[in-house]
């Protein structure tokens, strides 16, 4: 063996000792973060859904869009607000596109909205069917977005579920722009789970993890979210080229000579 293998072995084991207790340290606290996460997850999973309902305080309001979708809860919404004389005008629904089926029109959501409503008291005048298919919110948005145009200053109350409010309200305030100032949103409960549970119900975890990887993908695709990370990965590659510079510039510097200590 070498002279230059012998002096660099003590050099190789300090970076595995170093390695090693690294690796321990960071293995201890994923685990303590893991633990913490788990015992306040009541807490931080009932913060989470509660952030999705960003629901207004229905005010007085010349229309009502109901959006599609849940129609065991929204149109229920919609009808206690008209009798309640929160609508002045109409009620509208979108048009949800359905693919060709035998028994389609006896099946469409609009129908038993339609008939949710009548029931519950809204003239057939007042409940009004948007033109235009929809398969989206960005669809919805974008026939309220011509609605409005055609009803220059209306205010609206846009009916949908507690958990769809903020990607709703994102997606409107794109659409509209300085339009969506005239728009409120209503945010309807849904059954046998809320923001406090909807973990512990096999529906309610479908459906709300759905709508928080939504948001996430809207945030990446339509908002800042992949600027924010590119800005973030650039800033870490700063920030360890920077260290190494310095640790460089460390170990190349002269070291003051060693001063014997004085025999006794």
């Known amino acids: 063996m070498t002279g230059h293998a012998i002096a660099s072995r003590p050099r190789l084991q300090w970076i595995a000792a170093c390695w090693r207790r690294r690796w321990l340290r960071r293995t201890l606290v994923l685990a303590a973060a893991l633990v913490a996460l788990y015992f306040t997850a009541g807490w931080w999973l009932s913060a989470a859904g509660r952030w999705l309902d ?33 609508v002045g005008k109409q009620l509208w629904l979108t048009h949800p596109a359905m693919p060709d089926s035998v028994g389609e029109e006896r099946n469409h959501p ?6 949710i409503l009548s029931v519950l008291g809204v003239p057939a005048d007042r409940i009004v069917e948007l033109p235009g298919d929809c398969t989206s919110t960005f669809d919805e948005a974008a026939v309220l977005a011509r609605a409005m145009t055609a009803h220059p200053n209306a205010t609206v109350n846009v009916v949908t579920s507690n958990y769809h409010t903020r990607r709703a309200r994102w997606i409107i305030r794109r659409e509209l722009g300085s339009s969506a100032d005239r728009i409120r949103y209503i945010s309807v409960p849904t059954d046998y789970y809320d923001a406090e549970c ?67």
């Open 54 to 86: 960003v629901g207004q305080r229905p005010q007085p309001s010349d229309y009502c869009l109901v959006l599609s979708g849940d129609e065991e809860s929204r149109p229920f919404a919609a009808a206690a607000l008209y009798q309640k004389g929160f």
């Open 110 to 115: 609009n129908r038993r909205a339609r008939r």
């Open 198 to 264: 909807w973990w512990k119900v096999e529906e309610g975890f479908t459906t709300y993890s759905k709508e928080f990887s939504k948001n996430v993908f809207y945030w990446f695709r339509y908002g800042w979210g992949a600027a924010g990370l590119a800005i973030a990965a650039l800033a870490v590659i700063a920030w360890r080229l920077t260290s190494r510079v310095r640790s460089r510039i460390r170990s190349r510097s002269p070291t003051a000579p060693r001063v014997p200590n004085p025999s006794p």
